[in-house]
């Protein structure tokens, strides 16, 4: 649509939200801005407050929305929220940020989902194509944010985007290229339940067309039943058929990154990179912060930073990934997770010697696990953490921060946690324990 002179509802301040409200501020819409939070917690760097009305605080959609041309909706602000659905009834228009780039772009757009391993994914596959010195671009959650990119768009640039399940519940149009990593369920206090969160997920191979690729994961059930869904190629991707010389010589810890590597090589392949391009990318690329990062050795300890593993799957990942006696820090905020598998993982797994339980759900996920040394912090500061897990674990020992769990109990964010973690183990390096 145009939006010259429109009356546009921006739902949400977050990095979506003020790339949105830039945009709609440069095509000349009337912005009126809605957000849960104070004005004074909001970021309105860049942005003339003068220019937008704004409403804020708990009941910051109490004016309703029903008088405006468009909502354009955040993707922490769920979809089916009664004032959202009452504005669409009355003829409202309800997109978002990347349903407008979608509709602007040149470009061709590489789309990752999954539970986990997007992030890794998408910027491994944007490594790739930079080495092979293609005009592209790493966009979204961990790149730059969309609309803002599409004045440096062309129709040969390739734009990469891991897409979540908040931003993917409503769309309508799919990714030239579609990758599709492994889904399990997360975010079950946003979505309704499992179905509507993998119903979310099938939107980004379900408006394909002919000539697109669904990049797609064979080991396990849930992708695999999306290859039903797209008119475009599937190309299946493992760990397993994975061939043997992109598994040897990495830096990548884990098994469930090989699942990761092998679908950034399916895409590297579709586009047609050299094959040595991509050993040379994949063998020396380290992986993303707050993604079993290595931080430090401390007397023959090595410490991960893991703290974007905000559920059991990717906790149980890191468990896996080692062989040397593990102490686990776990806990954190809830969002409505079973902890059944993990606790059979952590049970079963003889290397797992301590886990170190925090926050609000700690004795939650240690609830009924026998065999194994728990330490009950709860709510202690992270260089007391810290300091626990070197008192407890052997040299040639490893200390993995895998809360299992969301920050929100003791940090702003899954960064802060891991920031204050690799802070507390520096100061372990250097200050003595």
Known sequence: MDFANKKIAVLGLGIEGKDALKFLLSQGAKVTLFDRKEEGELDFSGIEKKEIEIFTGENYLSRGLTGFDCIVRSPGVYRYSSEIVDAQKAGVIVTSAIKIFFDKCPAQIIGVTGTKGKGTTSTLICEILKADRRDVYLSGNIGKPYLELLPKLTSGSLVIMEMSSFQLIDMDVSPHIAVVLNITVDHLDWHKDREEYVNAKKNIVSHQKRGDFAVINEEYETPRSFAGLTKGEVVYFSKISLEQEFKEKLLLRGEHNLENIAAAVAVAKILE????????????????????????????????????????????????????????????????????????????????????????????????????????????????????????????????????????????NYKDRGNQFKKAVQSLLHNGK
């Open 273 to 412: 990179v050299p094959k040595e391009k991509i050993l040379q990318v994949v063998r020396s690329f380290k992986g993303l912060e707050h993604r079993l990062e290595l931080v430090d050795e401390v007397d023959g300890v090595k410490y991960y930073n893991d703290s974007f593993a905000t559920g059991p799957q990717p906790t149980i990942a890191a468990i896996k990934s080692f062989t040397e006696p593990e102490t686990l820090i776990l806990g954190g905020s809830d969002k409505g997770l079973n902890f059944r598998e993990l606790r059979m993982v952590i049970e079963k797994k003889e290397n797992v010697k301590n886990l170190i339980l925090i926050g609000a759900i700690g004795e939650k996920i240690g609830e009924g696990i026998i065999g194994k040394n728990i330490i009950h912090l709860g709510y202690v500061a992270m260089p007391e953490i810290v300091k626990k897990s070197y008192e407890v674990t052997p040299k040639g020992g490893v200390v993995i921060l895998s809360p299992a769990a969301a920050s929100f109990d003791m940090f702003k």
